[in-house]
């Protein structure tokens, strides 16, 4: 199967260029200038490559040819306080691929006194044969003991090249100072780079006994309860271990500015602390909470933080200016009805999670580049290239370039369109920017040289999606 | 012409990637990916552009292929306390060519009292038909008037579009901060971006008299007079006008981590603020000032700092997380003989300034990529992607990719060579890195599709060199 | 003259005891501890001192007994913008006295072109046989030349250790960085303290003219024009070169949280920089200055700053951990009609100065001990104790103690008066406070020995306040 | 008995006084001027009080007259890892008494499981009868349950009004971030103070473990193994708790720059954050714990910090600008023979602590006034005025002023002596500052109106001591 995509502008990381792209199986083989203004020259080469014919021509004229968008933080089918999160690998994929993006990275977990090993081979399982997009996975660890240590090491062997730890969930993820540390120094050695969920869940459990006792059980005293300072605190904890370990770490989800000012002081001082955020964080707030227990469709932990509080801008700046690394979704729905209702009378039952991975690619082009806050590269670089390079999947993913894989996305930078529940293909009743309207979408998505979505049409098959086996961090501790 | 580079490993910004280079006239036409392990697919591609034919090809393997070094800060034919820097425009681009760069940004000097516009046309004179590859200005305003300000628009329109300022050298390039608070409420409207040399003159005038005075009148106290503390009290000074003016602003040759230090703050608050450094600030220090007149050859504003003050690993700090921009060298060479000779028994009569262009890739390459502190993508970002982008020449150059000017590299990164003035191309009397061994090189130099280099031998011509007009820095105003 | 001061509680800058107080001739001659629950052995020493027998024996039973308030800065009879600040030093310190204040420091002006001892003589006779209470001074200087230089070392001889030099006022008080360099320097071998006047003021002339060719000509733009980031940024010039020169620096009238931000930095790494504020920056903003041209007067330098930028809060919590060091007033009275009226239609020419020394103690007790934000003893270090101990007058000034001066304040921490222009003492036909409610106030005000306010009434003399000589600010180099 | 100090100088925390203090049973109950160059009018005053004659007149010429030493963090008979801190109350306190200390604030100890009023009835049994100057207590929690929680309460009732809680020593008096925000929030409201010790010993025992697994077992693993990172880890996560919690904190024995950096940035932003430092931390460092396991002498912990890493002069930075509020000891003396003997060949089992009641006020003459780092009043504020200050004995203690404890010395800042464990009067068999010659040193030191040391004898008794109920730290809470 032989692709052209014509007359497109490609855009990477480091900026846009006028050529088209030829695809030929599931690689990009060729960037062609056209003849212009300023280059007949090229009309040759252009000519000898038509020549040799494509299957399928793309005439992307007025668009943008982008490498297809890698979210790096998923979570299809997590049990989640008694129920699971309702995207399998084969819808949540689906939805993903809707939204331009064709790589995830999900989270597999270990469970509590089993292996590493075990925790892995239940997700491989959950998506071989499902995903519709290629996966990848980071691996949860819930303990941290002298088995898991060195299993580490077997993990980052098969491609599974990054930990995630929790200061949060006491008695359920939660790792203490010394687990961090030791899983940290281990990690400097086999390259598996530490994820954090830093919030000091610790504190924040006294302060949400205290507000239910005190009578507060609505979704809104979920966000109350989770001090933006908690999340500062075990941020700076964090990378003081990681200083202290001489490891690289990256923090999930960042979410208060109390958190963006550590690492700030941190990158100043040449620590290697690097973090994502999610759009939630930059397009909800605490507000959302509120509105009785219709709050509980914005029920994430770290929490929506108070619109007042500066969270909002602190983010922009970091993700303007580099100190935020990439923009992942922590896409982990439950349905308003029969799941989040779980957490009725009572916020601490409501179970974690937004929907997002559908949203994320349009959301930060009509919030970041629409709104005039980041050039288009830059969106690229936080929807794609980086996620691709600091998760050892690049220069396979995340570029539009002679020798990569072939997932390119044909996108408009002027369509607009609605977001809603009654439209959007992940599986949960309600969307979290119902009625938002947002300039650009996905026009044509082609994963590994496959179209896999036109014009909203859905061309792909459960089972396409390959899993990816990723390198280490290398790039990580050398920058 | 057409050149077809194979078997190399391309280099950009952004990361790498193997890929044949197709270049036909003065345009790269085409990257085409190799057959391989992985991607026997492009068989047909690359057959069907090599059926093309190419004028000339050349064997890449083990090489890297990069983008043309961009140097955005030198001086030819600078006049300067009664001299003139001594690499004329024709000899600097040469020694430039040689040592891997396609593009210099150098700097036309208005005149106290003339307008910007005799001295671009100076400038403008002196390079044109000389240079020997292609060339850009910057404009250094000796006065800020009612007059200069409405003519920056002018000059911004022939594709000069940034203006240099300095708070050093009172009497002569000194602006007070009226001078630069104007000139930067303009630029931030005709899009010159705001280029400062940042050091506190008038401070240090006072203390270069008093070590006069003492009869300390080697060129090691040129260094010692210009405290680290007066550049960051004048980095901070021009951040804050800055940002009271909410313009940007990048400052040329930061030295100390004085400066370094107040510029990481500004960026953590949002400013737009910008530096490059250069590579003596990098690889030499203060000590280099001593032992006796030799030390003149050292002689620079600011001066080399002294080893034990951190500067250099603050530098590096900036550099590696991306405070730092870009490297210039600030290349203004003087024979030691007859030209810093000038300064016996007074350093104050020293010409300020050191002959670098011709060494910048390789040092930044040596003590940068081979020393593991930064990876080879960030080093081609350092010295040509991102002086490309902030100078408005990007993505016409600064990258690798089909549609943009054929200045290409060929670089062998395990070839060592030497640093000497006796093989050196500049035309000065003196190495600042005499005898130092380095691992890079340039071996094959490609301008617009002609080779100037090829193996140690020049096969470029003068005046084959073309002005570059410059965009606005449109991305700066929006990153 | 002897005089006892019974039942009342002493409070001092490091706090509050229960003692009698006898003053005999001009000196505080012995603090003695009450018979009472705990310390019956008391009584016998205070019989012993009370059959000495007192001329007058005042009892302060439920008062506090403070050291008289020491206004460290205050502008009696300055010219400026071609009228004169109206108080003279009778008026004006008379109306300190009633306020519970018993020393000022006033600034003696260099004219231009003349020397130092000039304008110390000249105001030498303003205040001498006019003011009612002990007053000293500051010594500004217009110029900083090779003969004003080690002129500074004759004027501290004379007991006037402190020199105030402007970045503001450029034309008129401007001294530019060499000259605050070289100050700098010499102060610190003669021991004259530098006090700064720190606000960009070449940057702020540029917005000035820009707003007044705008038509913004109302008092307003007075404030608006003069950015708070330009006295940020002239408070970290100025200690920068105090760093470089090696010496102690002390910012007058410090209003901008940019401004106590760079001050705290500094501190923090070990800087002996010190700071005031005036009550005007606490208790009034921007806001005041609209109104059409009733703003006027409100007009000074700095201006009063906007209530939303956190401005007030910086001071307070400076205030309250010690990093800003007293208070004083920057008294400078014009009366409403025929002096700022000056300035109607051009806000440049209002006179800048606000009346205040009459109201600095009992804001200061309202505002900061009765609204809880310090304790009485940090109270009294700031308008007391730390002014004496910052300029030389400690111990003679500013603590009740055996020995020290008998300048003492009955002051009743209950009472509540209405501060207004009806009632009050200076010299001026406005109140910047008017209407406004205070808690607290002077009963009884002892200026060595003499009763010169009691109730309301006012018993002093001109000619009875004495010129103070200062000690150099050896401290300040130890602390 | 009635005592009558002449001719001295005194010296308070607020600054000097020339006066004769007289003191009538435990109370001093009058500060006289002496006639002099300025005060003959004292004369009448003074003879007054002569004239009540005096049971003792001391000749304090050349000398100063300060208030008695506070202590406030001394381990008497301490159980630690199986032994006891050597010193007992009688012979601790009067080590203390000749070392110019009248008063000490040691730690009770809440023994887990049991309650706390348990440990305080422990303590004041160990004390009561046996001390021989004034002594209170802090409470040592090693709980925080719902039992303890409100029993603070009623501890504070009884007069102590400050409890320790660890981040360090897991499994011992570890105390997790919930107990630790909880006991703050209480404190909050009974005025009980929340003081720290800060490091994180979780991450520790991590690196504590390591090193002795890898041989390394030497006192000086003890020092390498508790990174300074640790510490400021610690104070970052229990300031930021405190701010949560809306409580002001105090830390112990702040060792590391890295704490001092993180006290700096919280009490910059207004954060009620206080701390105390030792002189082991100013005067000893990480070299002192080599040679051997003659290092255990000098095992405490913090440990002895590097000399290379700037501790000492942030320090003493924080010192001299006011941001360490006061001097304790950490007294806690083990034999080297027998005690310190019990971690030979495994440093976890070296009893951690060091002896220092007897030399903190000659080591802060000597090494900070002597050495011209602060004030003499700034010392007396250290060493006495604070610490009574912060934990509520002011003003009875920490002040020599009418009305207050009759706690003084009479101190020759002149006398040199050399420190030895020849000479001291510790039950400890070595001294950490062994054949150091100090300048300064107590000649008359007075207890409550009674002389206990007089010229290098011993007057007092054990079970003069009295238990001191301290008020709760309400100033902390205003300032």
Redesign the interface.
């Given at each position: 199967m032989r692709i052209l995509i014509k007359n497109g502008t490609v855009i990477?990381?480091?900026?846009?260029?006028?050529?088209d792209v030829?695809i030929?199986?599931?690689?990009?083989?060729?960037?062609?200038?056209?003849p212009?203004d300023?280059?007949g020259?090229?009309d040759?080469?252009?000519a000898?490559?038509l020549?040799?014919g494509a299957d399928e021509v793309i005439d992307a004229t007025g668009k943008w040819v982008i490498p297809g968008g890698i979210d790096e933080h998923t979570h299809m089918e997590l049990p989640f306080g008694g129920t699971f999160a309702k995207d399998t690998f084969e819808t949540g994929s689906r939805a993903a691929a809707f939204g331009g993006t064709t790589t995830i990275i999900d989270f597999a977990v270990q469970s509590k006194g089993k292996s590493l090993q075990e925790g892995l081979d239940t997700w491989m399982a959950k998506a071989e044969g499902h995903a519709v997009i290629d996966y990848a996975f980071h691996m949860i660890m819930s303990d941290v003991t002298d088995e898991t240590l060195p299993e580490m090491d077997r993990i980052v062997d098969q491609g599974v090249s990054s930990f995630k730890l929790f200061t949060a969930y006491p008695g359920v993820f939660l790792s203490?100072?010394?687990a961090i540390?030791?899983a940290m120094q281990r990690s400097e050695k086999n390259g598996g780079l530490i994820l954090m969920h830093a919030e000091?869940g610790?504190?924040i459990?006294?302060?949400v006994a205290q507000n239910f006792a005190a009578g507060n059980t609505d979704p809104y005293y979920h966000g109350v309860s989770r001090?933006p300072?908690?999340e500062?605190?075990a941020t700076?904890?964090v990378i003081?271990?990681a200083?202290?370990a001489g490891a690289p770490v990256f923090f999930v989800h960042m979410s208060a500015k109390d958190a963006v000012d550590v690492l700030?002081?941190a990158?100043?001082?040449?620590t290697k602390a690097f973090a994502e955020t999610c759009p939630q964080y930059l397009f909800l707030d605490l507000a959302d909470l509120g509105n009785g227990f219709e709050g509980s469709k914005f029920v994430c932990s770290p929490p929506l933080r108070p619109a007042s509080g500066g969270h909002q801008?602190a983010l922009w700046?970091a993700l303007?200016?580099?100190?935020l690394y990439g923009i992942g979704t922590d896409h982990c729905p439950f349905d308003f009805e029969g799941q989040k209702e779980l957490g009725r009378g009572d916020f601490r039952k409501i179970p974690n999670g937004l929907p997002g991975v559908e949203e994320r690619v349009d959301l930060m082009h009509d919030g970041g580049v629409v709104a005039?806050?980041?050039?288009p590269a830059?969106w690229v670089?936080l929807i794609s290239?980086n996620p691709a390079?600091m998760f050892g999947l690049?220069?396979r993913k995340g570029?539009v370039?002679?020798?990569?894989d072939a997932d390119v996305v044909v996108y408009d930078p002027n369509r607009k369109h609605v977001l809603s529940a009654k439209t959007h293909h992940m599986d949960v009743d309600y969307s979290c920017y119902e009625g938002r309207e947002v300039q650009g979408g996905s026009d044509v998505v082609i994963s590994r040289g496959r179209i896999i979505v036109k014009d909203g049409e859905f061309f792909g098959k459960a089972g396409d999606g390959e899993f990816l086996k990723r390198e280490t961090a290398h790039?990580v501790r050398?920058?």
């Open positions: 990477n990381a480091n900026g846009r260029q006028q050529a030829l030929d199986g599931d690689k990009i083989v060729a960037l062609v200038a056209r212009g300023d280059a020259v090229s040759k080469a252009g000898a490559l020549a040799l203490d100072d010394a540390f030791r000091n610790i504190a459990d006294v302060v001090y300072v908690f500062g605190e700076n904890r003081r271990l200083e202290a700030m002081a990158r100043d001082r040449g801008q700046t303007i200016k580099g100190d005039g806050r980041i050039t830059r670089e290239a390079r690049y220069p570029v370039a002679a020798g990569a790039w050398k920058n």
